[in-house]
């Protein structure tokens, strides 16, 4: 299991999940990130250091499944930031690369900015209807 974003606060709830689950996690670190979620597991994840552009070769080796989670998320211009078109372009070239290494699923996590703003609890059946770059 390869996991982006394991450093933030959904990404280190899955990552504790993942390893509950029994599965071996292997976490993509920024260099310098503030791994203080992680801890408690990090003796219990393989981790790698890098972003998501510069993923070495040799990371993908027996990975069959990406979770993806790490996207810039600075309050409060992140919603609409520019940068946020660079993340996508490589967020779209990361899921290029592991399929090109054989990975064959992909998970990759959105937010309550993908839907229509109301008053009513988001579901999956919510229209779609985002209103920011992110």
Sequence with gaps: MFLTGATGFVGSHVARALLARGCNVLALIRAGSDQQRIGDINGHLSLVTGDCA????????????????AW????????????????????????RMAAH???????????????AAGSMPLSEDTSLQPATLY
Excluded: M
């Design 54 to 69: 510069t993923v070495p070769a040799s990371a993908w080796q027996g990975i069959d499944c990406l979770v993806h989670l």
């Design 72 to 95: 810039d998320v600075t309050p409060p211009e992140y919603q609409q930031a520019d940068h946020n078109l660079d993340d996508l372009k490589t967020t779209l070239d990361l899921f």
């Design 101 to 115: 290494h054989g990975c064959r699923r992909i998970v990759g996590l959105g937010t309550c900015s993908e839907y």
